[in-house]
T-cell receptor, first 111, second 114 residues
Framework: TQLLEQSPQFLSIQEGENLTVYCNSS?????LQWYRQEPGEGPVLLVT?????EVKKLKRLTFQFGDARKDSSLHITAAQPGDTGLYLC???????????FGTGTRLKVLA | EAGVVQSPRYKIIEKKQPVAFWCNPI?????LYWYLQNLGQGPELLIR????????DSQLPKDRFSAERLKGVDSTLKIQPAELGDSAVYLC????????????FGPGTRLLVL
């Protein structure tokens, strides 16, 4: 079974702080996605990365795909209360058509 | 444009009772997914449809779960009989054509089995 492990599981920080969330696996992936999910809602796609070493920026969010396409990180600069939510990574194992989701990181940003 | 619509949003039933969830995908989306999400976990795929054909149902517990997508648009997911361990959020998602396309999720149905 291919697993995507995310760390940390929970994170509570003050507004204005920086943070990094990690998504790790021993498997190689064709692509990897990051989602944010708010309570009572479905996950919303933030970004898709497909090339090893790729870095994408979305305002204060920076996403990086590992060189070996086995891991990824999400860095948030100057976190705001609106960043609060469950962050999920999802990856497409090479040769398959089914995304698997990570265990999630629950982030709370305090005002 | 309307997103993925699911109903009901919440359902409380007693164990051994049947329950059904309904999903209306985004107009024009050929691919439809049903996921199960346990509290504090990521979604797990139950079944994927390409139009009206179930192309991946390997994770669907077929002894009690069934799904259909008549006419390749709306879909229903049924559990009969429900067990305590089925308490979870059931998410529906759709994409334009195939899993490589962006998936758009509905708000989910939160099921509580007592």
């Amino acid at each position: 079974t291919q697993l995507l492990e995310q760390s940390p599981q929970f994170l509570s920080i003050q507004e204005g702080e920086n943070l990094t969330v990690y998504c790790n696996s021993s498997s190689v992936f064709s692509s990897l996605q990051w989602y944010r999910q708010e309570p009572g809602e479905g996950p919303v796609l933030l970004v898709t990365v497909v090339t090893g070493g790729e870095v994408k920026k979305l305002k204060r969010l920076t996403f990086q795909f590992g060189d070996a396409r086995k891991d990824s990180s999400l860095h948030i600069t100057a976190a705001q209360p609106g960043d609060t939510g469950l962050y999920l990574c999802a990856a497409l194992p090479s040769g398959t058509y089914k995304y698997i989701f990570g265990t999630g990181t629950r982030l709370k940003v305090l005002a | 444009e309307a997103g993925v619509v699911q109903s009901p949003r919440y359902k409380i039933i007693e164990k051994k009772q049947p329950v059904a969830f309904w999903c209306n995908p985004i107009s024009g989306h050929n691919t439809l997914y049903w996921y199960l999400q346990n509290l504090g976990q990521g979604p797990e795929l139950l079944i994927r449809y390409e139009n009206e054909e179930a192309v991946d149902d390997s994770q669907l517990p077929k002894d009690r779960f069934s799904a259909e997508r008549l006419k390749g648009v709306d879909s229903t997911l049924k559990i009969q009989p429900a067990e305590l361990g089925d308490s979870a959020v059931y998410l529906c998602a759709s994409s334009l054509a195939g899993p490589q396309e962006t998936q758009y999720f509905g708000p989910g149905t939160r099921l509580l089995v007592l």
